[in-house]
Nanobody
Framework: VQLQASGGGLVRAGGSLRLSCADSGRTASMYAMGWFRQAPGKEREFVTA????????RYADSAKGRFTISRDNAKNTVYLQMNSLKPEDTAVYYC????????????????????WGQGTLVTVSS
């Protein structure tokens, strides 16, 4: 299984970016997917996650109202739409696949995920 994240870049405060994460596994649609981020000098933190069918999502307080996670199981791809970006959103963003199939609540801690993408850098200038 390989996760390929893309879509990062440099954007001005108030702007938008859309991240994508393509899962190469044949059983990708069985698992929750999540996005985490890590800023320089800080620990990796949860951003958002979505269940296998896309029916339930969870967001960190910092992401609520600005970020939207979605998935297209036909394409084995999960998306993160980020609007109203702030300089404090600057980080490397990682997508991850949950370790248990068909769970009903999206996991929020890194140890509940067992496959990780390589990360994509998002830089928000003020």
């Amino acid at each position: 299984v390989q996760l390929q994240a893309s879509g990062g870049g440099l954007v001005r405060a108030g702007g938008s970016l859309r991240l994508s994460c393509a899962d190469s596994g044949r059983t990708a649609s069985m698992y929750a997917m999540g996005w985490f981020r890590q800023a320089p000098g800080k620990e990796r933190e949860f951003v958002t996650a979505i269940t296998w069918g896309g029916g339930t999502t969870r967001y960190a307080d910092s992401a609520k109202g600005r970020f939207t996670i979605s998935r297209d199981n036909a394409k084995n791809t999960v998306y993160l739409q980020m609007n109203s970006l702030k300089p404090e959103d600057t980080a490397v963003y990682y997508c991850a696949r949950g370790s248990r199939p068909y769970i009903l609540i999206p996991p929020t801690t890194p140890n509940e995920y067992n496959y990780w993408g390589q990360g994509t850098l998002v830089t928000v200038s003020s």
